[in-house]
């Protein structure tokens, strides 16, 4: 069974910058695709980014386009979210998904597997 824990949540101010890493264990990472949402009080979850199995391929929503960036390193087992830019808006618990298949994918139901979150909080 497929396990993630996400690390690098923090308190930031806004403009600054974090690095979300998901460590995944227990299955074959290097074969699926990955994701990250996020979902702040009171709102749905929220897809963020997605990535095939070989990171080759790439979604990210509108709102973080050109901030965000999602990266995969299959050796380790790691998925990243890197954040520039970051905006008050963007404070919610972040969350890692992967699913049992290849291809990037954008709903919450699309994953088969999910991570604690990490909370990610940007004052202004």
């Known amino acids: 069974q497929v396990q993630l824990v996400e690390s690098g949540g923090g308190l930031v101010q806004a403009g600054d910058s974090l690095r979300l890493s998901c460590a995944a264990s227990?299955?074959?990472?290097?074969?699926?695709?990955m994701g990250w949402f996020r979902q702040a009080p009171g709102k749905e979850r929220e897809f963020v980014a997605s990535?095939?199995?070989?990171?080759?391929?790439?979604a990210h929503v509108d709102s973080v386009k050109g901030r965000f960036t999602i990266s995969r390193d299959n050796a380790n087992n790691r998925v990243y979210l890197q954040m520039n830019s970051l905006k008050p808006e963007d404070t919610a618990v972040y969350y890692c998904?992967?699913?049992?298949?290849?291809?990037?994918?954008?709903?919450?139901?699309?994953?088969?597997?999910w991570g604690q979150g990490t909370q990610v909080t940007v004052s202004s």
């Open positions: 998904a992967g699913r049992y298949k290849r291809g990037t994918a954008t709903g919450p139901d699309d994953y088969d597997y």
């Open positions: 227990g299955g074959t990472f290097s074969s699926y695709a």
């Open positions: 990535i095939n199995w070989n990171g080759g391929s790439t």
